[in-house]
């Protein structure tokens, strides 16, 4: 069973920063493109970031220079680090993996979420 947790959301400012992290666990061959997504009530889950096991990063518009996704692969983890945070960033984060239980066969897999919240 593969499972994907995250922490390090929170009630921050409007300015302030804050780190995501999601770490994988489970029984796991390898892990190719990891992503953050978000969500608020009523709208779509979005791309935040993406990055693919050789790292190379993809970021949305809204969030380019002020978000950075990077990753650990022998640690299985992913990070977000939001800096500049805007009350238009408030949303559920989430997590993404494509894990892979063998060679050509994955399931992507999603987190449960971590609430951020950006408010004076």
């Known amino acids: 069973q593969v499972q994907l947790v995250e922490s390090g959301g929170g009630l921050v400012q409007p300015g302030g920063s804050l780190r995501l992290s999601c770490t994988a666990s489970g029984v796991i061959f390898s892990i190719g493109n990891m992503a953050w997504y978000r969500q608020v009530p009523g709208k779509q889950r979005e791309l935040v970031a993406s990055?693919?096991?050789?790292?190379?990063?993809n970021n949305a518009e809204s969030v380019k220079g002020r978000f950075t996704i990077s990753r650990d692969n022998a640690n299985k983890m992913v990070y977000l680090q939001m800096i500049n945070l805007k009350p238009e960033d408030t949303a559920v984060y989430y997590c993404?993996?494509?894990?892979?239980?063998?060679?050509?066969?994955?399931?992507?897999?999603w987190g449960q979420g971590t609430q951020v919240t950006v408010s004076s």
């Open positions: 993404n993996a494509q894990i892979y239980f063998r060679i050509a066969t994955y399931s992507h897999y």
């Open positions: 990055i693919t096991r050789d790292g190379v990063t």
